[in-house]
């Protein structure tokens, strides 16, 4: 059995498309970020980063949402391509770790979340999320999937993160992805899908962004300068 640690958030949800997909004996185990959980000593033995996803399979502990994917990958065999494209798979995958997450999680942050309006961030991560994300939808232009026409843990985490394209960037830019916008509207549709967007609706995570939220999600906020 293995233990998923998750929220709404766009990481989690990748790894709860591959749980749903796989079919996997998995059980869900809610961590109310906006509340603070992921700060409790509990959490932090299992991801000392203090983020979601993280998850124990037997004596495997793992974090990190792409790490997760490639685990779930090898350790079943489904969702991977074929051994000749292995490296095409893992350069991608990284790309999708070092900047598209990070870059779209900054973009959102900077435009929403920041305490004070600071241009030069703004149009910085605002850049560089479009830049990623033309790139993918690029790459989607050759193909039906990231990789042609295998379904691979790739397309999984691209469908975790491009719902917020309208939030960090407009909803005009997402309409101009056309071939992620064709790709998200197959997965979508996926009965796997509709299950890995259900997870979070069955557990009553804090909707409120107040003061406290804000102190949970980013302590560095109140935190005294270094």
């Known amino acids: 059995m293995i ?8 990481n989690p949800m990748k790894v709860a498309l591959f749980l749903e997909e796989s079919g996997l004996d998995y059980r869900p185990v809610p961590v109310d970020t906006k509340l603070g959980q992921q700060h409790t000593e509990a959490f932090l033995a299992v991801n000392p980063n ?14 990190d949402s792409n790490a997760m994917l490639l685990y779930l990958g090898e350790k079943t065999g489904q969702f991977m391509p074929a051994a000749e494209q292995r490296a095409a798979l893992l350069s991608w995958l990284f790309f999708i770790a070092s900047g598209v997450g990070p870059y779209s999680g900054q973009a959102v942050h900077f435009q929403h979340f920041a305490p004070a309006e600071d241009p030069y961030a703004i149009k910085r991560y605002r850049y560089e999320a479009h830049r990623h994300w033309k790139i993918i939808d690029d790459q989607l232009s050759k193909g039906r999937y990231m990789l042609g026409d295998t379904y691979t843990i790739l397309d999984m985490a691209v469908w975790g993160w491009a719902p917020r394209i309208p939030f960090m960037l407009d909803e005009a830019t997402m309409a101009g992805f056309t071939h992620i916008t064709r790709l998200m509207d197959e997965l ?11 997870l979070p609706t069955r557990h009553p995570f804090k909707t409120e962004m107040d ?14 300068a270094r």
């Open 3 to 10: 233990d998923f640690y998750f929220n709404a958030a766009p």
């Open 50 to 63: 203090a983020k979601v996803p993280a998850m124990i399979d037997g004596d495997v502990s793992l974090f």
């Open 211 to 224: 003061d406290a939220a804000i102190r949970n999600l980013y302590p560095q906020i109140f935190a005294d």
């Open 188 to 198: 979508n549709a996926r009965p796997a899908a509709e299950r890995a967007l259900d």
